[in-house]
């Protein structure tokens, strides 16, 4: 059974930073592809980012590129976003997820990823 478990959120004001973290256990992290997701209240859940792996490729929503960092640390069992210049729209549950593969896909869709953390709350103040 793989659990996923996220933690870092909280209250920041626009133009903050804030650092998610997720570990991941029950499958040979090494070989799992890890991604972030986000949903706001009558929104559907979308993609943030996603890390392959070994890190090799990393792809990002539009609407955080340039503003949010995805990275992993295999020994640790953990995946960070790093997330600055924060934005009163960047508001909503974050969620992390795990797939059956070490891919990284740029579609960015829920559906690639069958396990999911409980989620964390993110909410940027204007």
């Known amino acids: 059974q793989v659990q996923v478990a996220e933690s870092g959120g909280g209250l920041v004001q626009a133009g903050g930073s804030l650092r998610l973290s997720c570990t991941a256990s029950?499958?040979?992290?090494?070989?799992?592809?890890m991604g972030w997701f986000r949903q706001s209240p009558g929104k559907e859940r979308e993609g943030v980012a996603c890390?392959?792996?070994?890190?090799?490729?990393?792809n990002y929503a539009n609407a955080v590129k340039g503003r949010f960092t995805i990275s992993r640390d295999n020994a640790k069992n953990t995946v960070y976003l790093q997330m600055n210049s924060l934005k009163p729209e960047d508001t909503a549950t974050y969620y992390c997820?795990?797939?059956?593969?070490?891919?990284?896909?740029?579609?960015?869709?829920?559906?690639?990823?069958?396990?999911w953390g409980q989620g964390t709350q993110v909410t940027v103040s204007s």
């Open positions: 029950g499958r040979t992290f090494s070989d799992t592809g």
């Open positions: 997820a795990a797939r059956s593969n070490g891919v990284c896909s740029d579609r960015l869709s829920p559906d690639e990823y069958g396990y």
């Open positions: 890390i392959s792996n070994r890190a090799y490729t990393k």
